[in-house]
């Protein structure tokens, strides 16, 4: 499975990534959506400065949002377009510990979840 999921980030660099699994087909287009825009490294907000002067500062943020299956595995991923390729690595593939793995590894890697 690493391989396969690696292979979409060299394929599509540059750009942020949803993997969404086959079989969770009731999944809602808003966690679709969230997921997206969670991922979009480019994406910025604006946190405002002490003073009440029109000071802000625009922060890029490296996200990435993951939807967890009773399993233990997980139905969607998205990452940022940033993401190493390394996010795959030691996740425990079809295990009741795949989510928590791979959670890991996104930390790891320094992506917030």
Sequence with gaps: MSAK???ALVD???????F?????PHLPMNEIENSICAADS???YSKDVIGGND???SVSRN???ICPAVDGGYVLLSLPSTCPLEIF??????????????????KKAGLEV
């Design 55 to 57: 000071n802000s500062e």
């Design 5 to 7: 999921l690696t292979s």
């Design 89 to 106: 690595d030691n996740v425990e593939w079809s295990t009741e510990n795949t989510c928590t793995s791979q959670i890991a590894a996104l």
């Design 42 to 44: 480019a994406s910025s």
């Design 20 to 24: 969404i699994g086959s079989d969770c």
């Design 12 to 18: 599509i660099p540059q750009r942020p990534l949803v």
């Design 63 to 65: 996200r990435s949002m």
